[in-house]
């Protein structure tokens, strides 16, 4: 009678501990399953849209060129976590508007941020130090646009223009992917830097920008994000 009961024990204990072996199994398996799904979902929502070619040296100003006789808007809204800035893009700064509007479409200017802001001069924004727009930099390409400073544009309080590239630079081209807009005149930029637009919205908003705490670099001591660039018309 012990020796029945002893077998009878350890057949139930054997199949308790496969049953918990088996649950916990299932679950590692499926936690995996859910952080992979989540994953793929997060890759698909940051992949930038691919129907137009990487862009370089070589090819941006002729695909600017095609760009902007199809995409014709010239409006846009600026949503910071400080309030909105709408902007009117010039269509006599053709490439410079086609590039804003691109990046705008493509979604790069999302969560970038005003990365150096002088009260009473400009805030400058377009860039980060998040690895993800980095990575959609790479994906849409490396190029620079050439000064277009001919036009009769001068650098105005509320204008919007485009910085030169931070590399060894001598004629001053600009860099795609990021602009500043001017708090007060600044005549001695004209000749140098790309006018391409106007503030007709919204220019306390970037005062306001203007005199957040910054750093000795005049990077804002708490980011201030562009959360996403609206096209308007």
């Known amino acids: 009678m012990k020796r029945l009961f002893f077998i009878v024990f350890c057949v139930c204990l054997t199949n308790c501990e496969d049953?918990?072996?088996?649950?916990?199994?299932?679950?590692?398996?499926s936690d995996s399953l859910v952080a992979t799904q989540k994953k793929e979902l997060t890759k698909q929502k940051k992949a930038p849209d691919r129907r137009y070619p990487l862009l370089t040296e070589k090819n941006a100003m002729e695909f600017f060129l095609q760009?902007?006789?199809?995409?014709?808007?010239?409006?846009v809204r600026l949503v910071t976590d400080y309030g909105n800035i709408?902007?009117?893009?010039?269509?006599?700064t053709k490439f410079h508007r086609a590039n804003f509007i691109y990046?705008?479409?493509?979604?790069?200017f999302?969560?970038?941020?005003?990365?150096?802001?002088?009260?009473?001069?400009?805030?400058?924004g377009g860039s980060t130090d998040d690895?993800?727009?980095?990575?959609?930099?790479?994906?849409?390409?490396?190029?620079?646009?050439?000064?277009?400073?001919?036009?009769?544009?001068?650098?105005?309080?509320?204008?919007?223009?485009?910085?030169?590239?931070?590399?060894?630079n001598p004629h001053k081209l600009a860099s795609p992917y990021e602009f500043f807009i001017t708090l007060r005149d600044v005549y001695q930029l004209d000749g140098d830097y790309t006018i391409f637009g106007k503030v007709i919205n919204g220019l306390d908003?970037?005062?306001?920008?203007?005199?957040v705490e910054t750093d000795d670099g005049d990077w804002p001591l708490q980011n201030v994000y562009i959360r996403r660039v609206e096209i308007l018309d």
């Open 19 to 29: 049953k918990q072996y088996h649950k916990k199994t299932n679950t590692t398996v």
């Open 67 to 75: 760009y902007e006789k199809l995409h014709k808007e010239n409006k």
């Open 86 to 92: 709408d902007i009117l893009l010039f269509n006599e």
């Open 103 to 108: 990046l705008a479409k493509q979604g790069y």
């Open 110 to 124: 999302t969560d970038t941020q005003f990365y150096r802001v002088i009260e009473n001069y400009i805030v400058q």
């Open 131 to 168: 690895r993800d727009v980095m990575r959609k930099r790479k994906v849409i390409g490396k190029y620079l646009l050439p000064t277009d400073t001919k036009r009769g544009f001068k650098h105005d309080r509320g204008v919007i223009s485009m910085p030169s590239s931070e590399i060894d």
């Open 205 to 211: 908003v970037a005062d306001k920008i203007a005199k």
